[in-house]
C-alpha cells in the first residue's frame, strides 16, 4: 500500500492559555487516533520538529545565505509530520481529518510518497 | 500535579508550580502526539514541571545576592522526588490525597477573600482554566485574572504555608474551606443565565472536594459531612429543575421522578455520619430540611411542621435574609398566609433586604393567596426590579400574568348581580 505524508501546519501560540483539563482532552483524543493508526499497522513515522525556526538556506546573487526561519510564536509554521500507509488519497484524508489537529487556523497538508521503483 | 509541586516548593511559589506544570502540559501537547504517550505519563509529566521550576529558581537566584537555604533544600526535595519517578514509585494514592488537601486548605485560608479561594480553588485544585472560571461567574478572564494574582500576593505576603492545619487550627480552617465550598455550590446551583454546563461542573467540583475532605479521618468532621449531605440533595434535583423552555419551576412543579436517586442516596449516607458528635451546625439543619424534600414523594405531602422547627432553630442560629424568607415560607405553609406576611414583616429591614428578590416575590405570594392583588402586584413588580437573572425575571413576570388571570376571575365574580 502506499504512503502518505500528513504536515501539520500549525497557527501561531494556540492553545497556550488552555487550561491543564484541556490539555488532558486533547492529548486523549491525540493518544486515541495515534493508537487506532499503530494497531491498523498503518504509523509509519511520527516527526515533532522544533519551534526554534530552523534555518533556510538561499543563493542570493551566486553566494548561499543562510537565515532564521519564523518562530511559532508569530507565524504559522510546519510543527511536525506523520507517514501514514493508506490505500489512496480518500483514505489518506478520512486519516488526517480524524485526528484533533484541525483546530483555530491549524491546517493539514496530505502528500503522497512516491515509490521508487526499480 | 501542582499539589505535590506547590508541597515541595512552598505555598510562597503557588504561581512558579502553576506555570512549571502548564509548561510540562503544553510539552507533552507539543510531543506526544508525535511520540506516542510515554510508558509512565506522571513521570514524564513531573519530571518536566520539576525542571522547569528548578530552572525558573535557578536563574532567579543569579539576580540575588544571597543563597537562599531554602532554595537548595527545595532542589533536594525535587532530586529525591524525581528518582523516586523514575523509579515508578511516584504517587501513593494516600500522599496524593494528603497534598490535595494541603492545597485546599492553603487556597482556603481564612484571611483570603472568599471570592478569591473559590477562583483560586478551581484554577489550582481543580484545573480549571481563566475563560472557564470567568463563564462561571459571569465576570472578565480580566477580573478572575486579578483576583488569582491578589491572592496569590496575599499567600506570600501572609506567609500562609502549603500544608494541612494542626488539630488546634483545624476548626477555623475547616469552617472557612465549607464556607468557600459552600459557595462554590451555590454558584452552581444558582439559577443564574450562562453556560448551564459550566454551572453543573461547579456543582460536581464542590461535592468532589468536599468528598476529598470526608475521605480523609482527621478532617472528616460532622459539618463535613453535613455539607456534603446539602449539597447531594441539592443536586439531586438539578435534572428536574428546568422545564423545556429553560425556566425556573418551583420545588411544587417539580417532576420528583427525575431527581437523581443515587445522590440521594449517597446523601443520606453522609447525613447518617453527620449525625455522630453533638455539633449541630447550620449544614445539618439545612441538610435536614433538604432531606425531608428529598424523602417526599409528593409536594403535597411535605411534613412544613418538621421543616418549620428547622427553620426555627436554623433562624436562632443564622438569622439572616435567605433564612428567615425561607422560614417564612414554611410559616405560611403550616399557619396560612396571615402568619406568613407577619413572619416576614418580622425580618429587619436594611439595604441588602430590598435587593433580595425572593422575600419579595414571597410576600407578593402570600398576598395572592389572601387576594390582595394590588398589593401581590406591588411585591412582584418589587421582585422584578430586583431580580438579577433572565430565569429569575421571566419566573416573575409569570407570576404577575398569573395575578391579572386571576384579579380578572375574582371581579368578575364580585360584580355578577347579587
Given at each position: 500500500m502506499p504512503n502518505f505524508v500528513l504536515l501539520l501546519h500549525q497557527s501561531p501560540k494556540?492553545?497556550?492559555?488552555?487550561?491543564p483539563e484541556e490539555i488532558q482532552t486533547i492529548l486523549a483524543k491525540y493518544g486515541a487516533w495515534r493508537e487506532e493508526l499503530v494497531k491498523a499497522n498503518k504509523m509509519r513515522a511520527g516527526i515533532k520538529l522544533g519551534n526554534d525556526g530552523g534555518r533556510h538556506l538561499r543563493l542570493n546573487g551566486g553566494k548561499v545565505a543562510v537565515t532564521d526561519g519564523p518562530y511559532s510564536e508569530s507565524q504559522e509554521v510546519l510543527g511536525g509530520l506523520f507517514m501514514i500507509e493508506a490505500t489512496d488519497y480518500d483514505e489518506a484524508v478520512r486519516i488526517a481529518q480524524t485526528?484533533?489537529?484541525?483546530?483555530?487556523g491549524n491546517w493539514i497538508e496530505v502528500r503522497s510518497v512516491d515509490r521508487v521503483h526499480p | 500535579m501542582v499539589p505535590r509541586l506547590t508541597r515541595i516548593l512552598g505555598a510562597q511559589r503557588l504561581a512558579l508550580a502553576e506555570d512549571a506544570v502548564q509548561f510540562a502540559m503544553l510539552q507533552a501537547l507539543e510531543l506526544w502526539p508525535y511520540?506516542?504517550?510515554?510508558?509512565?505519563p506522571s513521570a514524564w509529566l513531573s519530571r518536566v514541571a520539576y525542571n522547569r521550576a528548578l530552572d525558573v529558581l535557578r536563574s532567579d537566584r543569579k539576580l540575588r545576592y544571597f543563597e537562599d537555604e531554602k532554595e537548595s533544600e527545595i532542589r533536594k526535595k525535587i532530586d529525591e522526588l524525581q528518582s523516586a519517578n523514575e523509579r515508578g514509585l511516584a504517587g501513593f494514592s494516600q500522599e496524593v490525597a494528603d497534598e490535595k488537601l494541603a492545597l485546599i486548605f492553603t487556597c482556603c485560608?481564612?484571611?483570603?477573600p472568599r471570592a478569591a479561594s473559590v477562583a483560586l480553588t478551581l484554577k489550582?485544585?481543580?484545573?480549571?482554566g481563566v475563560a472557564e472560571i470567568a463563564r462561571a461567574f459571569l465576570a472578565t478572564e480580566v477580573s478572575i485574572s486579578q483576583r488569582l494574582v491578589r491572592a496569590k500576593k496575599l499567600i506570600r505576603e501572609q506567609g500562609i504555608r502549603c500544608e494541612v492545619p494542626s488539630p488546634a487550627q483545624l476548626p477555623e480552617r475547616l469552617d472557612a474551606v465549607l464556607e468557600v465550598l459552600y459557595l462554590l455550590f451555590t454558584e452552581g446551583y444558582a439559577a443564574s443565565s450562562g453556560d448551564s454546563l459550566i454551572k453543573n461542573d461547579l456543582c460536581e467540583e464542590a461535592i468532589r472536594l468536599g468528598e476529598s475532605l470526608a475521605e480523609n479521618s482527621a478532617m472528616a468532621q460532622p459539618e463535613v459531612h453535613a455539607l456534603l449531605a446539602l449539597m447531594l440533595f441539592q443536586a439531586a434535583r438539578l435534572p428536574a429543575r428546568t422545564d423545556e423552555f429553560g425556566d425556573l419551576l418551583l420545588l411544587a412543579e417539580q417532576?420528583?421522578?427525575?431527581?437523581?436517586r443515587a445522590m440521594i442516596h449517597r446523601g443520606l449516607l453522609h447525613l447518617e455520619s453527620a449525625a455522630a458528635g453533638e455539633k449541630l451546625s447550620t449544614y445539618h439543619l439545612q441538610a435536614e430540611v433538604a432531606a425531608i424534600h428529598a424523602n417526599t414523594d409528593e409536594f403535597t405531602s411535605t411534613n412544613w411542621e418538621q421543616i418549620l422547627a428547622l427553620y426555627d432553630l436554623l433562624a436562632e442560629k443564622q438569622p439572616t435574609p435567605v433564612v428567615l424568607t425561607n422560614r417564612a415560607v414554611a410559616v405560611a405553609q403550616v399557619h396560612g398566609p396571615v402568619e406568613g406576611l407577619a413572619a416576614l414583616a418580622m425580618i429587619p429591614s436594611d439595604e441588602q433586604l430590598t435587593r433580595y428578590p425572593f422575600l419579595h416575590s414571597a410576600e407578593g405570594e402570600f398576598h395572592r393567596r389572601l387576594g390582595h392583588f394590588d398589593d401581590a402586584a406591588r411585591c412582584f413588580n418589587l421582585a422584578l426590579e430586583c431580580a438579577r437573572t433572565e430565569p429569575e425575571r421571566r419566573f416573575i413576570q409569570k407570576k404577575l400574568a398569573g395575578l391579572g388571570a386571576e384579579s380578572i376571575a375574582m371581579h368578575k365574580g364580585k360584580s355578577a348581580p347579587q
Open positions: 494556540m492553545l497556550s492559555n488552555a487550561s485526528g484533533p489537529h484541525l483546530v483555530g | 511520540d506516542g504517550v510515554p510508558e509512565y485560608h481564612p484571611v483570603l489550582v485544585v481543580c484545573g480549571f417532576d420528583r421522578s427525575l431527581w437523581d
